[in-house]
């Protein structure tokens, strides 16, 4: 088996890439050390004592340094515990049930009913345009609601922190979002 890194836009950040499926579906952000007992993975890559963030996609897992690390001193431990775990086909989660990929829930702001179809125009857009071109970066984008035309929006790994998250939101999304749905005035962070 052979782990593929790439560069995300965040240079804090590598992108993992197993070669096979890593979440069968959803995504799964950690970002503290007890969040990561909820996953052996996740738990032995903070257990390096220079993670500071793991995000679980489809087919990659992204990892987060801490400031001033060197990759190249943590690149090759992080590549060993990911060959360790899916060489041994070991459990992402504690338990493996389904219950165990249920990502936390969030401060959702909610949506009036009456918004139905403008809220189904923008998940459809996340869905099918946003949210491969941000897995692509080694992130995630989480829908958290939508009010008086503004969408908010939660950046997930890779792209949490990242400094062109901003950019992304304000300048791709919106944009994005503004032209195909006009109800839709403002992108904000979440």
């Not at 941000?134 to 950046?155: F, K, P, Q, S």
């Amino acid at each position: 088996m052979f782990i593929e890194t790439e560069k995300t836009p965040n240079p804090a950040t590598l992108k993992f890439l197993p070669g096979r499926e890593v979440m069968t579906s959803g995504t799964r952000e950690f970002a503290t050390p007890e969040q990561a007992e909820a996953s052996p993975l996740a738990e032995a890559l903070f257990g390096l004592g220079d993670v500071t963030g793991v995000f679980f996609g489809h087919d990659f897992v992204s990892v987060t340094a801490a400031p001033g690390v060197d990759w190249t001193q943590l690149k090759p431990q992080v590549a060993s515990i990911l060959l360790d775990h899916f060489v041994s086909e070991a459990p992402l989660f504690v338990g493996g049930g389904a219950e165990a990929i249920a990502v936390p829930a969030e401060e959702d702001i909610g949506d009036d009913p009456a918004d139905a179809d403008i809220v189904a125009q923008i998940k459809d857009l996340l869905e099918t345009r946003v949210r491969p071109a941000v897995a692509n970066d080694g992130g995630d984008i989480i829908y958290r609601g939508y009010r008086e035309g503004v969408v908010y929006l939660a950046m997930q790994g890779a792209c949490s922190g990242c400094p062109s998250s901003t950019a992304t939101l304000k300048h791709g999304i919106e944009g994005l979002l503004k032209h195909y749905v006009p109800e839709v005035t403002e992108v904000r962070a979440a």
